[in-house]
């Protein structure tokens, strides 16, 4: 049946497994994506098109392929429904690996890019490929003026081929991460950079977590040669005007706080109560790469040891890394990496009681906001994020007046850095101060510090993110359909500003 919201992203909310006898279970997927998405779409409102990663998700898109309904999947935030695209491996290697992480992820995180070569743009065109049959599906899916939203870097130039396909729909693209700046962003050849900006602005309406991301995307445009009214926010094409604006996500507080006192959660803090044993706990908790920059933060806590050995029995940090894209070598030798600087710290003091750093490389949701209930010092040290939604989740269930620790550059410092110790991601003596500094900061400091990061992180939960990007959507110029009615409200975006 035709849907009249659609969202569309390489990742699904679940990740199908199949045993050897052929029984499909899943679980849920990770990222900050999964956690704004799934709770907006849970109870059965519209449906998500997703890549299939796994053989388990592969099973379920062919048994799909001959019905016209979605598979419906029970997740603790409630029923959502997904249909996932059967794609070719060989093409879907090339688009996520080569172009989506080694490429843009890379890119828009300022890591370093590989140079194109042959098999780089035979991986590019592999991207434009994969890209339209996202767009086909979402086509297939969409009823008359329905809402597509896009979602991320994978799928940047979908929009574009949507509009080839149902100029009838409206349609937002979502950046959830970062965007280059400029130097960064001219690393990329002309021609593909020519492509993804041509493919994003096919939509009605492009979305961005910061001003700083939406102005650097501006910055892009206008280095190209199009038309931008940096005072309304807008790119002018012939004939229509795109929307550049800003929808900076928040959590749900009260559903991760009753999620956080759930048996699940509960069972594993009285686990992390055994490891943490009484002592200060510094935590961490993220996926398992390169961005999140956990090296330095492990070497900077090492300092703190080394300045202050009597704290070495009495504080301990948790590294709750979970594996991601392990099959990129980057990513292993990052993940090789951290294991190797966790072993240098504690090699130091093996004369300790307990090792002063913990290393946890499960995904394991409930785990993590265990952890981040129980943080005395939540560190967030990543090179950029997109928004960083750790942040958020650790001030919505903390209970022990946490202090945050957050890079300057991660997107929720726009929002969180009055109330946080804010870092250079590439200072580890910077950190190794801020570190010093929560340890010792007065609890007076702490309660009114937490209550000021809660605030802020519920301030646009993910119900609300959706609301006010459908809204805006539905009220643009020249693009009225069946959807808009169904989602109006307040806007809660903006416009990046001069």
């Not at 003026?145 to 009838?168: I, K, T």
């Not at 870092?423 to 510090?449: F, H, I, K, M, Y």
Request: charged fraction near 20%; include cysteine; aromatic fraction near 6%.
């Amino acid at each position: 049946m035709p849907h009249a919201l659609v969202i569309a992203s390489n990742r699904g909310p679940v990740d199908f497994r199949a045993d050897p006898n052929g029984i499909i279970s899943y679980h849920r997927g990770e990222g900050g994506l999964i956690a704004v998405l799934t709770p907006v779409l849970a109870g059965g409102e519209g449906v998500w098109i997703a890549g299939a990663r796994t053989d388990g998700d592969r099973i379920v898109a062919r048994r799909a392929a001959s019905t016209a309904e979605p598979t419906a999947v029970d997740l603790p935030d409630g029923v959502v429904a997904v249909r996932y695209l059967d794609l070719d491996p060989r093409a879907y290697a090339a688009y996520y690996g080569t172009i989506g992480t080694e490429t843009l992820w890379f890119l828009h995180h300022h890591l370093p890019v590989a140079g194109p070569d042959p098999a780089w743009e035979a991986a590019w065109r592999d991207y434009e490929r994969v890209n339209d049959e996202f767009a086909a599906a979402c086509a297939r899916a969409a009823a008359p003026g329905a809402a597509v939203l896009l979602q991320d870097y994978h799928l940047a130039l979908a929009p574009s081929q949507l509009r080839q396909r149902r100029p009838d729909v409206r349609t937002a693209h979502f950046t959830m991460c970062p965007w280059a700046d400029l130097a960064h962003f001219q690393r990329l050849p002309e021609q593909a950079a020519r492509s993804l900006i041509h493919g994003m602005l096919g939509a009605d309406l492009l979305a961005f977590l910061t001003p700083r991301w939406a102005r650097a995307f501006l910055d892009s445009c206008a280095d190209l040669g199009y038309a931008i009214d940096p005072a309304r926010s807008e790119v002018h094409l012939p004939g229509r005007t795109v929307s550049v604006r800003v929808y900076p996500v928040g959590v749900d507080v009260s559903r991760l706080r009753e999620r956080t006192a759930g048996s699940p959660a509960r069972a594993e803090a009285a686990r992390l109560d055994e490891i943490v044993a009484g002592r200060t706990l510094v935590a961490r908790v993220e996926r398992m790469e390169p961005a999140k920059n956990a090296v330095r933060g492990i070497e900077a806590f090492g300092e703190l040891l080394r300045a202050r050995p009597e704290l070495v029995d009495r504080v301990v940090h948790y590294v709750l890394a979970y594996e991601s894209r392990s099959s990129l070598p980057a990513y292993r030798e990052y993940a090789a990496d951290v294991a190797a600087a966790v072993t240098a710290v504690n090699g130091r003091y093996l004369t300790a009681a307990r090792p002063p750093v913990v290393l946890d490389a499960r995904n394991n949701l409930d785990r993590g906001l265990a952890v981040l209930a129980r943080a005395d010092v939540l560190v967030v040290n990543s090179w950029r994020d997109g928004m960083n939604l750790v942040a958020k989740e650790g001030a919505a269930v903390n209970t022990r007046d946490g202090v945050l620790i957050l890079s300057r550059d991660a997107g929720a410092a726009d929002e969180l850095s009055p109330y946080a110790l804010t870092v250079d991601p590439g200072d580890v003596g910077q950190l190794t101060r801020a570190l010093a500094t929560a340890l010792n900061l007065p609890s007076s400091r702490r309660r009114e510090w937490l209550h000021g990061l809660r605030e802020a992180s519920g301030a646009m939960p993910p119900r609300g993110w959706l609301d006010a990007v459908l809204a805006d959507l539905a009220a643009l110029p020249g693009r009225s359909g069946t959807g808009g009615a169904d989602y109006a409200g307040a806007s809660a975006g903006s416009p990046y500003g001069p």
